[in-house]
């Protein structure tokens, strides 16, 4: 009989709280014999809405957006490194667009059973909630969603695991 989770996928962005949830997730899915798929959204809406803003100038524009990608690849990277210290092959996907709807898309296409976010930032405002682009995937994917939280316990179950 087949578990409840089969395939789990875990969101990186880059930040401390995604690079923690990435080792839970390596934990996990090495616990329940679960697929284990890491995502990178690079956040053209973000990028977009710097131009529109004219925080950007088209030339920026171009600079910033090889940036992001070199971030994808490194954290990507990262993330199947991390996997490998545990005997856990990730499959890295990187994409492009809105984060929430290319995690909704992600999940759909490939039947996602469990989505891994780092803890939230605290919400400060009303703007910060609607650009907070994990916590918008987290209220609109259609799978479970785990939110990682307590750093240090992570760090201690990853390295004594």
Avoid: W
């Amino acid at each position: 009989m087949k578990g409840p989770i089969e395939r789990i996928m875990v969101y990186i962005d880059g930040s401390e709280e995604s690079l923690i949830a990435c080792e839970y997730a390596v934990l996990l899915a090495r616990a329940v014999s679960a697929e284990l798929l890491a995502t990178y959204v690079v956040n053209t809406r973000a990028l977009n809405e710097l131009v529109k803003a004219r925080i950007f100038l088209s030339e920026e524009e171009a600079e910033y957006s090889r940036d992001m990608e070199e971030d994808a690849k490194r954290y990507l990277d990262h993330a199947v490194r991390t996997g490998a210290q545990k005997g856990v092959t990730i499959e890295p996907i990187r994409t492009a667009g809105s984060v929430h709807q290319e995690l909704n898309r992600i999940i759909e296409e490939r039947k996602v059973d469990l989505l891994v976010l780092g803890e939230l930032a605290h919400v400060r405002s009303r703007r910060d909630e609607f650009y907070n682009e994990a916590e918008r995937a987290m209220r609109s994917v259609h799978c479970s969603v785990l939110i990682v939280k307590d750093e240090e316990r992570v760090e201690d179950l990853f390295e004594l695991d």
